[in-house]
């Protein structure tokens, strides 16, 4: 699944600790294995334990919590085209105030 990420993104990655940039790592692989699912029609791609849905009032954002503890964390995208493929737009990453401007 290719990938853009937008300058919001990219400085609060920044921000994250260390650790928390490696939970998000980790969980990246497992993502794109799903967004490759999603993509193709599947009805049920998203493992439970990803939660992910939509973001609450920003019609096509949607979220996937990648840490529930130390603090949480969360990150919203969206569908793309790039290129001629579907792809993944990530726009802000950090705890549950990145909805605030998600």
Known sequence: MKFQTTPAFDRDYKRLSKQHQAKFRKLVPRFNAAAERAAAGETAPWPNGM???????AEGVWE???SM??????????WVTIGDTQGIRWRRIG???VFASP
Do not use: C
């Not at 939660?51 to 009032?57: C, E, F, H």
């Not at 503890?69 to 969206?78: K, L, S, Y």
């Open 51 to 57: 939660r992910v849905k939509p973001v609450k009032g």
């Open 64 to 66: 996937v919590t990648w």
């Open 69 to 78: 503890d130390d603090p949480d964390g969360r990150a919203t995208w969206e």
């Open 95 to 97: 705890d549950h105030d």
